[in-house]
C-alpha cells in the first residue's frame, strides 16, 4: 500500500486526478506546487522509500515525447518514447529505475492530452514513415493499469494514426482492459521474463512466470501482437538450464512463429547507475560478480557475455524465426 | 541511533522520563540525556537553535553510521484541539518559502498536517496549517545526516483561535504526556528502519583490523570496502576471512581473495 498522495495543486480537480482520488481516498493527501520538490530531492533513499513508495499526481510539462537513445528500439527509423509514469510498482534488482531517481515515489502524470498532441505531431512531422513510440522506459506500461487506465487512452491514439506504432513494455497481468477492445497490429505488448531462479531472488513483486505466459496467450488468442524480451539475461551457475526450462514453459503455450519480436541482452548499466544500486543493495550478490567497464557501461567480462548471448540465441532459435529476431545492439 | 530534537525541557520530559534518559553532566553547548541507541537533545527556541543542537549533536557521534530524527514539540493550529497530535507531511519555512517533506514508509496511524515554520510567536491562525518555530530549521539540518525516510516531526497543538497554552510549562508537559504511546510507537518505527540502514554496514571493529592488514591505498581501501561490506552481509564470519587473509603479504593479494571469494558467492544469486 502506497503510504501518501500527493498532488500537484495545478491538476488537484483535473478530471483523471478525481478518479484516481476516488481510489486513493483512504490515503493521507498532500498538496504540493510540483513533483520535483517531492521527487529530486538528494537526501532521500530509494531502497527504504521503495517498501511502500508515495503516489504523486502530477502534469508534465515539457518533453512529454522524447527520441529514443541510440540503441532502442526494433529496427524502426524513427523511435521516441514517452513516460505517463515514473517509477515501477515492482522491485527488479536489475533495473536501471533502481538508481535512476533519488525517490521510489510513482508519478502518474494525469495530462495524457498533452502527450497526445506531441505524438500526434511527431508522426506528422514523419508522414509515410512508421514511427514507433515505446512506452515502457521509466515504467512498467501496464503494471499500474487500475489506476491509470493508459491503454483506454492510448490505444485508441494510436488506432487514429496511421503511420504511429506502439510498443507496451511489462511484467504485468494486467490485460483486461485491452481484452475488451478491438486489437490493433500496431500495438505490441512485449513481455519481459527472466528465467525461474533469476525471478525468484531478483524480481520482487512481479507476477509469476507461468501467469503472465497466460496473460500472454490471451492476447494473441484475442488477436493482439506480442513480443517477448529476455533482457537483461542475468548470469548464474545454472543460467544455461534455467533458460532451457523457461522456453520450454514459454513455447508449450505460445507458439514462437507467431511473435512481433524477441529480443535478447545481458545485463549492464551505466557506471553511475551501477555505482549507485550496489551502494543501495551492498548485500546483492548481482552487483558482486565479476563484471567490466567498457565505455561507461558495466556487464560481463565480455567472454562469458559472449558466451552467454551464444547459448541463449541459440536456444531461442529453436523456437522463434529468424526475422522476428531482435538482439539487444549496446556496444560500439 | 535517534535523536529527539526539543525546543523546551518542558517537551522533552515525556521522553526523558519514558526512555528514562540520564542527563550528560558534561558540559555542552546544548543539555543533553542519553539512553541506550539514543539521546534528547534541548536546543531552545527557534528554527536556527535547532538546526544548530541538530548539527552539533551529529557532529558529536562521528562513528554513528545512520541517524533517526525527531522533532517534538508543540505548535498552534487554528481549527486543531489543544492536545492534537499530529505528525508533519509538510515544513514550509515562513522566510524563504522553502518546503520540507519528510516521508513516511509506512501509512501513519497519526493525522498529518503541514507545519510553517516562523521566526517571530504570532498569533495569526491560519485554517490549513499548524504554525511552530524550529521545524524547518530542524529539517534543514537533519536532512543533511539522513534521509528524509529517518526524520520525522510530531507535534502536539498547544494553541488555537480559542485558547493558548502560553508558557505553562506543566500543561505542555502533560499535553505531550498523554501520548507518549503514540510517540513511542512511532519512535519504534523510525529505530527500525535506522537499524536496518545501520546493520548494511561492516562493524566497526572488523573493519579496523581488516584495514590493518596491508597498506591500502584510498582506491583500494574503496575497492576493500564494498569487497568487506559484501561478505559481511552474507554473513561469512569474519573473524575466519581475517585468518586467511592474515596470511596474505599484500593489498593487492587481500583484494583478489576478497574478490575471489565474492566471485564464488555470488554465482549462486
Known sequence: MASCVYVETAVRHHPRTLRLLERLHKLPLIEIDHYGEVFNPRSQNFRLQKKNPAVIIAHKNKGQVLAAPEGYGLGGD???????????IYDCRYCFLQGMYQSAHQVLFVNYEDFADRIRQIAADHAGQPVWFYSGYDCDSLANEPLTRFTNFFIPLIAG???AWMELRTKSTQIRGMLKMEPLARVVTAFSFSDAFSHGKLE??????????GAM????????SVGLRFDPVVYHRDYQAAFVDLLDQLFTQVDGQKLHSVSLGSFRLTRDHFRRVSRLYPEEPLFAQSMHLNNGIISYPLDREREMIQFCEAQLMKHISEQSYQPCEWHD | MLIWVCALHCEAKPVIDFYRLKKSQDRHAFDVYRGDDMVCVVSGIGKIASAAACAWIAASYPGETSFAWINLGTAGGA?????????LNQVVDADSGQCYYPAPVAVSPLSGSACLTLSRPSEDYRSDTLFDMEASGFMHSALRFSSAELVQGLKVVSDNRKQQTGKDRQRISELIQRHIDSIHRQAEALQELDRELAALEPAADSWQQVLLLAHFSQ???SRLRILWRYLCNRDFSTDSLLRQLATLNSARAILETLEQISFRDSEGL
Not at chain 1, 78 to 88: E, G, I, T
Open chain 1, 161 to 163: 494514426i496511421d503511420n
Open chain 1, 78 to 88: 524513427y523511435n521516441y518514447y514517452f513516460s505517463h509514469m515514473l517509477n515501477c
Open chain 2, 219 to 221: 582506491t583500494q581501501k
Open chain 1, 204 to 213: 520482487h513483486g512481479v507476477p509469476t512466470i507461468a501467469k503472465r505466459i
Open chain 1, 217 to 224: 496467450r490471451r492476447l494473441i488468442e484475442a488477436g493482439w
Open chain 2, 79 to 87: 481549527e486543531h484541539q489543544i492536545g492534537d497530535l499530529l505528525q
